[in-house]
């Protein structure tokens, strides 16, 4: 069974970077899709990134565009959420979760469609 643990949150300014890590044990992704989801205080899970199990299709949350970017090292069975140009309201707890697929291009960023999550990471982004 695959689990995933998130790493790399903590408190930056705005305008500054993180780069938040989604390891994965029990099983190798390679057959597996991954997203990004956040969750900020009142408000729903919201999708903000995935990537295919190939690496090959990533999308984007229309917030996030030209400021994160989704990579995945299977080799190293971790996914990567590199974000820039923080704002304040990218304040929020950063779940990564995964779907099982054999399709390689599938690329899933609704949470209701997951399969099974990690147990997420604080970023808060404040001056």
């Known amino acids: 069974q695959l689990q995933l643990v998130e790493s790399g949150g903590g408190l930056v300014q705005p305008g500054g970077s993180l780069r938040l890590s989604c390891a994965a044990s029990?099983?190798?992704?390679?057959?597996?899709?991954i997203g990004w989801f956040r969750q900020a205080p009142g408000n729903e899970r919201e999708g903000v990134s995935c990537?295919?199990?190939?690496?090959?299709?990533?999308n984007y949350a229309d917030s996030v565009k030209g400021r994160f970017t989704i990579s995945r090292d299977n080799a190293k069975n971790t996914v990567y959420l590199q974000m820039n140009s923080l704002k304040p309201e990218d304040t929020a707890v950063y779940y990564c979760?995964?779907?099982?697929?054999?399709?390689?291009?599938?690329?899933?960023?609704?949470?209701?469609?997951?399969?099974?999550w990690g147990q997420g990471t604080q970023v808060t982004v404040s001056s």
């Open positions: 029990g099983a190798t992704l390679d057959y597996y899709a």
């Open positions: 979760a995964f779907r099982i697929t054999t399709i390689q291009a599938m690329c899933v960023m609704t949470p209701n469609f997951m399969d099974s």
């Open positions: 990537i295919s199990s190939s690496g090959g299709s990533t």
